[in-house]
């Protein structure tokens, strides 16, 4: 499931009205001296009434049309913004774009608006903080972490010096998710349960971001083997947004109800919160999130005895990374490709993914990604003879899932391993391999 890396509600507050009037003002005036009616600087991309708004302070233009606009005027943007109260405007244009942008999956153009922003100087510090935090979301997004945690505590140092609760609980709610990704639930944890503290304490209305904190607790009781309490945890996230849930958080929410519901062997109800996590992703054309779901579905449909229609999602999500260039989910998707493959009796075609799974892992940082590839590796070498390289699969699969302390992880290698060895006739060492999937499997169910 995705690693409640989930986009936050936009923070911009709406600029002056005097800015947006001194914004039209500018406009109108450089319109005249350049003896253009509103139809000939409106052209065939804007509309005519638009143009008249904005004129008038009545709409705001996008950084992109008034770049439009400045162009057609033959003056330079700067002209427009030279007053301060519009230099604040054309910030944040610009915090509104980066935000966009993550909300449609696309988080290195969000890093690179923000990072130009940080190089300005003199940035109002709040504008400065809210910077930082989407700076932040988008690194996390990026699975940057290393560069994204210290961005977000510079942020939070700040924003609780000048005592503003509603940055705190954002921020708050970042370093939760950069804990998270990072496999430490327990640091996890407290990051979002401070973040809720201080939502309530500040008695905040914004249901959205009580929402999406909710969320991620509840993403914490799903990979600790708690399926149940995650559908509690969710189903009290989709009730706190007072049915003003936006798409970025409520997919997110379906994602882990679907994974919830699988952990509880109810796959029927999995795939029906899977598809609607899917298509509000691709409405919000977050191609990443997009491919992972696919993923997620296709690993149920696996387990559900349908391969067919398993390797077909995961063939559909790899195909939607090659577009990005994504090299962090691909390995998941190249394995699970191999691996429906081998069910449906392709071996050639499962060794050819296979393959490709294990280069696309060695360009991977994620070790999880490295549990499934060297398992199934070991799954299809064992099929085709070679069983000393099977075995070396194996225990690099179990050396993965026990450096990042995965139960789960090491309780499904364990139990193939031990299935594999008793067919070989090994039948000693398939006991303590079952023998360790047991432990596994009942460490992962009582954290």
């Known amino acids: 499931m995705a690693r409640a890396t989930r986009v936050a509600p936009s923070l911009a507050k709406t600029p002056s009205a005097r800015a947006a009037t001194q914004l039209g003002a500018r406009i109108r005036k450089a319109r005249h001296e350049a003896g253009l009616s509103l139809m000939e600087v409106a052209g065939t991309d804007l509309s005519r009434p638009f143009l008249n708004q904005i004129e008038l302070g009545q709409a705001r233009p996008s950084t992109k049309t008034l770049q439009a606009i400045a162009r057609r005027l033959q003056r330079p943007i700067e002209y427009f913004l030279e007053d301060p109260d519009l230099s604040r405007t054309a910030l944040e244009l610009a915090l509104a774009e980066g935000e966009t942008a993550l909300r449609r999956g696309d988080a290195g153009r969000t890093k690179a608006l923000m990072a130009s922003l940080l190089e300005r100087p003199h940035l109002p510090i709040e504008l400065l903080v809210r910077v930082q935090l989407l700076l932040g979301d988008a690194l996390l997004r990026l699975r940057e972490l290393a560069e994204a945690m210290p961005i977000l505590e510079d942020a939070l140092r700040v924003a609780e010096q000048r005592k503003w609760p509603m940055l705190v609980a954002e921020i708050c709610d970042r370093l939760g998710t950069g804990q998270y990704l990072q496999r430490r639930p327990v640091e996890a944890g407290r990051w979002f349960d401070r973040a809720l503290s201080v939502h309530d304490q500040a008695k905040m209305s914004h249901p959205l971001l009580r929402a999406r904190i909710l969320g991620h607790r509840a993403n914490l009781a799903y990979v600790s083997g708690q399926p149940r309490q995650a559908i509690a945890g ?6 706190a947004a007072q049915g003003v849930m936006d798409m970025p958080v409520l997919a997110g929410i379906y994602e882990g109800l679907a994974m919830s519901f699988q952990q509880t062997g109810d796959s029927e109800r999995a795939l029906v919160f899977a598809q609607r996590s899917l298509r509000l992703w691709e409405t919000l054309q977050d191609v990443r999130m997009s491919a992972q779901l696919r993923n997620n579905m296709a690993e149920i449909l696996l387990e559900e005895g349908r391969p067919e229609e398993a390797e077909r999602m995961f063939l559909e999500g790899l195909a939607q990374l090659a577009r990005i260039g994504d090299t962090e989910l691909m390995p998941y998707l190249l394995a699970g490709a191999a691996e429906a493959a081998l069910e449906l009796g392709a071996t050639a075609r499962a060794a050819e993914a296979s393959g490709k799974a294990i280069q696309a892992f060695e360009r991977s ?3 999880l990604a490295g549990v499934g590839v060297h398992r199934v590796a070991a799954r299809i070498a064992f099929g085709a003879g070679l069983r000393p390289e099977s075995r070396e699969h194996f225990e690099r699969a179990l ?5 990042i302390a995965d139960a789960k992880a090491v309780s499904k290698v364990a139990y193939d391993y031990a299935r594999t060895l008793e067919a070989m006739g090994e039948t ?15 460490l992962a169910s009582a954290s």
């Open 234 to 239: 969710y189903e009290a996230a989709i009730g």
């Open 365 to 367: 940082s994620d070790p």
């Open 399 to 403: 050396e993965l899932a026990t450096s």
């Open 428 to 442: 000693g060492l398939a006991a303590l391999q079952y023998r360790q999937a047991y432990e596994a499997r009942r």
